[in-house]
């Protein structure tokens, strides 16, 4: 069936235990160790966490939020599109996670939360976490990034997205896979694809550069091949959360129906004027909202905080 490219509502989980996560920092090379006391440190992610929230519903986003629970302490719980993702058929899939101390993020509670309070209706859910046994992990919209109006899925290969999950999703999904290799300045693997590709419904943000050469120009083809404006940016913007960002369905008085693009104030200063620019005139609306320890200390992005719920038709 057809998904629109944008979501209207998001699932979003009050941390409890926000923290540096020794398990994730050995792939991640955006994560640093925190400054300060762990109890200042979380407050502070806190404060972040709801001005997003705030920020969202001012534009018309519905925003689902459920409370983390402090035990077992999850460093991580605010980045729940690693372990789920709602699709427009009704499907909830569960998704195989590296780190050990992240699987407890998976509640059953948080699903059934949001079923009730955005009306999502659980037709079908697809449990990928049995690949954790084999060490196959694909770390949900953070390994993927969907164009969902072509029904292409692309990934970066990395120790959090494994070949074989991606495919075993896509058989699943009835989504064409584009798998491809990509680094960054340290010539690691970039840990998810979710950090250097974005992709709205009139544009494409991509960390072409970053992309090994020989898969550079397939992917850039594809993307190109949707009809959007793609908008490639450098390593330095990838390291800043450029590519980090998100569309979402709106609605606002004087345009109707509209989208907004989501991104946190380093991601817009990391872009330039003139690249926001181009990528302003591709959406009706931009949010951008500051997230410094949330970024530095989690290694994610205000995507990641993002489990977008599609509405059924």
Request: hydrophobic share 40%; aromatic share 6%.
């Amino acid at each position: 069936m057809q998904q629109a490219q944008c979501a209207g509502a998001v699932l979003m989980v009050r941390p409890a235990a926000f923290d540096y996560n020794p398990q994730t920092a050995g792939t991640n090379s955006l994560q640093r160790r925190a400054d300060g006391p762990s109890a200042a440190v979380q407050q502070l992610a806190r404060d972040e966490f709801e001005r997003v929230v705030r920020s969202l519903r001012s534009e018309g986003v519905r925003v689902c939020v459920v409370e983390d629970t402090p035990e077992p302490p999850k460093p991580d719980a605010l980045f729940p599109n690693n372990w789920v993702s709602f699709h427009a058929d009704g499907t909830v899939v569960l998704y195989p996670l590296q780190a050990e101390n992240r699987r407890a993020e998976r509640r059953r509670e948080i699903i059934d939360r949001v079923a009730k309070e955005l009306g999502f209706p659980v037709r079908r859910t697809l449990d990928l976490t049995y690949l954790e046994a084999e060490g196959r992990y694909l770390e949900g919209t953070g390994s993927l990034v969907l164009d969902h109006e072509q029904r292409i899925a692309y990934a970066c290969r990395s120790p959090r997205t494994h070949e074989e999950a991606l495919g075993e999703w896509s058989r699943q999904m009835g989504y064409e896979p584009v798998l491809f290799s990509a680094a960054g300045r340290d010539g690691k693997p970039l840990y998810h694809t979710n950090v250097l590709m974005c992709i709205g419904a009139r544009c494409a943000i991509v960390g072409a550069q970053s992309i090994v050469p020989s898969d550079r120009e397939r992917v850039l083809q594809r993307l190109r091949g949707s009809g959007r404006e793609v908008i490639e940016v450098g390593p330095e913007a990838i390291e800043g959360f450029a590519g980090n960002a998100l569309e979402l369905a709106s609605w606002d008085e004087a345009l109707g129906d509209c989208n907004v693009l989501v991104m946190s104030t380093t991601a817009r200063a990391a872009l330039g004027t003139q690249v926001f620019a181009r990528l302003a005139a591709c959406t009706d609306n931009v949010l951008a909202v500051p997230l410094p320890t949330i970024e530095r200390v989690g290694g994610g992005g205000i995507r990641c905080m993002l489990a977008e719920v599609f509405s059924p038709p």
